[in-house]
């Protein structure tokens, strides 16, 4: 019985081995059977990615170029600004070249010097004359002797000593006056020349102004005034200027004035003083001047 069942059993399981033969043939030569049996399957023919044997193109990577940010210069409100120097300024522009005897340093002395007596009104002008001539002889209608002398002290031009109060209503016609002209210009120092032509009638391209020249100017036949000045800087188209006083319609004032102009003779406060012989404002130079020039060394 026992070998009955073993025979049995052995043959149903060679008979399930060679079921499983069959179907396993049959899913292999058809796929179908095998997504009806199971519906999960994927469907389709599986058709493997073709081979790229074409040279890849390369796409261009670009890194960003980096700009910076500018930078904001703040400048603190107490850090000092570099300005121009005026008289740098008047330099470059033209307005003051060094000519004629003085050194250049003289010359811009003489300049500087000048610029602190301009008093831009008339109350400003009788202060500056009192400061240079002294209560009770400060006025700016009759200032300009030591006017002048004091620029040209302050500028080392003439002695330290040379008091400018000398020169207040100073007459060369007067010998004690002709004596304090020659201290304060001795001969072995400067240059001295006088001319009896009309200042209208001067040549001023064949005679120049060079600065540092001090004038006595004659009224002459006809002025009202004599004037003493001394020139402090001339241009570069020869013009010769001076910071003097002189009569405008509100008074007398101190201000730098040009003299003449080579070019133009109907310019210059020289043409307006010979413009109309006794005028209201003042009219001088038409006895000539007398002028003192340091000698070049």
Known sequence: MLSTLKHLSLGLMIGMLFMLLIISGLLILNPGIAQAANPFLPTGTFTPPPTNTATPTLIPTFTPTFTPTPTVLVIPTNAPIDTPDPVESLIRAGGL?????LSNDQQLSLYKASLNYIAPTIQDSVRISIR???VGYGDPTNICGPLAIA?????GI??????PHDFWLLNPAI???RKILDRAFPANRFSYMK???????MDWR?????PG???FVWHGSGGNFDHMLVVNRVDSNLRAYAVTNYGTPDGFTIAEVMLYDPSDPNAGIFHTWTMERNRPLGSTGFGGFELWRLRAP
């Open 158 to 163: 003439v002695a330290e000593d040379v008091a």
């Open 206 to 210: 064949a005679f120049p102004l060079q």
């Open 151 to 155: 620029m040209m002290r302050d500028a």
């Open 97 to 101: 070249i060094f000519t004629g005897p």
């Open 175 to 177: 010998p004690e006056d």
């Open 132 to 134: 240079v001539n002294g």
């Open 195 to 201: 001319f009896t032509k009309p200042l209208n009638r």
């Open 213 to 215: 020249d001090f004038l």
